[in-house]
């Protein structure tokens, strides 16, 4: 990161082309609720984001702008260039055809690991291994005989392997080329390159695990010691 400063200001790279672009953004409900306020980032393509805060913080307002389930009350939202404040009706199907959101519950295909990220029967492996990798799903890897050639699950090859919600995520997720995550579970956030922080519907902290865990007056380091007893590997 070149520089990020949160609130008002816009997030400033010096790397990369923009996939994901917020520009003070903020979105009021009917009623008076205020879920976003003047939110401003930029996240680059190929990046991995970690969208983290307790529950109410923004989260999910941020994610149904960014599918264009919901409108912005102010500011503009950018996805690969286009301008979604601006976007017609009929185009929104064209923009969520490009997309993929990966719930907790879902489940990969039947297939060989190699297949599942590449969504195809031929790929290159060194790449779809240092996909892998990324995504935190290395080490498991490793532990595999057949390596990408391993099927998934037990429904078409006796001798595939069964992998939990949490692998099944990571999976999936090494298939995209950018990819924001959003989870409670802060021991996913070791395979991101950046991890926004939220708060009372505005991003209270943005940078590298590593420059947030080190800042002991900011939220991600209240968030983080308040989980460590489960995560005390890290």
Not at 53 to 72: D, M, P, V
Not at 135 to 159: V, W
Request: proline letters at 2%; a neutral charge; glycine letters at 10%.
């Amino acid at each position: 990161i070149s520089e990020c400063l949160v609130g008002s200001e816009m997030c400033i790279r010096d790397r990369g082309e923009e996939m994901i672009v917020f520009d003070r953004v903020s979105k009021v409900y009917p009623g008076g609720n205020t879920a976003l306020k003047n939110v401003s980032l930029r996240i680059q393509k190929g990046e991995f984001v970690f969208v983290l805060g307790h529950s109410g913080a923004g989260k999910s307002t941020f994610l149904k702008l960014i599918l264009r389930e919901e409108k912005a009350t102010s500011g503009r939202v950018f996805v690969n260039g286009k301008d979604l404040t601006r976007m017609k009706e009929r185009e929104v199907p064209y923009l969520r055809r490009n997309m993929g959101v990966v719930f907790q519950d879902f489940r990969l295909f039947a297939l060989p690991l190699g297949q599942n990220v590449a969504a195809g029967a031929h790929y290159g492996s060194e790449r779809v291994m240092d996909c892998l990798s990324k995504a935190d799903f290395g080490d498991r890897l490793k532990t595999l005989p057949d390596g990408l050639d391993k099927p998934l699950y037990k429904e078409l090859d006796k001798n595939g392997v069964e992998v939990s919600g949490g692998e099944a995520q990571k999976i999936d997720i090494a298939g995209d080329k950018t990819a924001v995550y959003i989870s409670h579970r802060l021991s996913s956030c070791k395979f991101c390159d950046d991890i926004a922080v939220f708060d009372h519907g505005a991003i209270v902290q943005y940078g590298t695990r590593d420059q947030l865990v080190a800042d002991e007056n900011g939220k991600y380091y209240e968030l983080w010691h308040a989980q460590a007893q489960y995560y005390v590997k890290e």
